[in-house]
């Protein structure tokens, strides 16, 4: 049952019809032989990574002409200074995508505002105006309800930062005793916190709250009522470090215990 639109922002609207846009790009390309385009170091897009982001790019100018947009792909149009910024990494995921594999996502955010993230082949849109956080599929709107009954934990196996080790965090005895490792580097995994498909997820770095590839995720997830924080269970900021999001409490700090090694 759809609730009572006087608690959606216009932006939250904005922010699904661009996401929308992206992910139907995404669908109609998929399969198909794509011209990649190479960034270095075994990272690369693809056409449908720019067609897609040119999608997105139309509905946010459309909708709000004085914006400025970061993109993954076409780097910063507008003032980098605007009050208002958007983030849009249109195709989180691109090496599952390439591969024939359907765990991605469209990434879509306002710097401190309203988020979308789409998953262009289940046809939902998670999305948030900032307050509370939804999932919209088949025109009904239903309020994520995040929980850790599933077990199940996404861990970025990337390049660690100083500290922390994946590996280390998923041979953990505790670990092993309590959750199941899944490992699909993308926000799809983010959106699957906040709506009780996955307890928790793990992964390092640096200050992600301003990324293209993870601002969208962290918005839904803070909006649904998980607990966020890095890795080291400070706050996310320009000191953070990497990402842990989880869907209640007991799972985060458990998580955080294995993580800073063993008591």
Known sequence: MTEPDDVYSDDAEVAVAAAR???DVVRALY???LTRIDKGGG???TAADVAAEQAILGVISAARPDDAVL???GGQQGAAGAARQWLVDPLCGTLNYAAGTRLVAVNVALRGGAAA???PFSGEIFFTGGETARVRHDGTDTRLAPTPATGLVDVNLDANAPGFSATDLLADPR???RFRPRVMSTTLALAWVAAGKRAAYVTDGGDL???VHFAAGIALCR???CVVTGIDGAPIGPSGRGLLAAADAETHGLLLSMISGPQ
Do not use: K
């Open 21 to 23: 846009a992206g992910a």
């Open 31 to 33: 399969g198909r032989q």
């Open 43 to 45: 990272d690369f897009a």
């Open 71 to 73: 993109g993954e792909e």
């Open 117 to 119: 993230v789409a998953d």
């Open 175 to 177: 670990f092993q005793a």
């Open 209 to 211: 709250s301003g990324s």
């Open 223 to 225: 909006a649904a009522g």
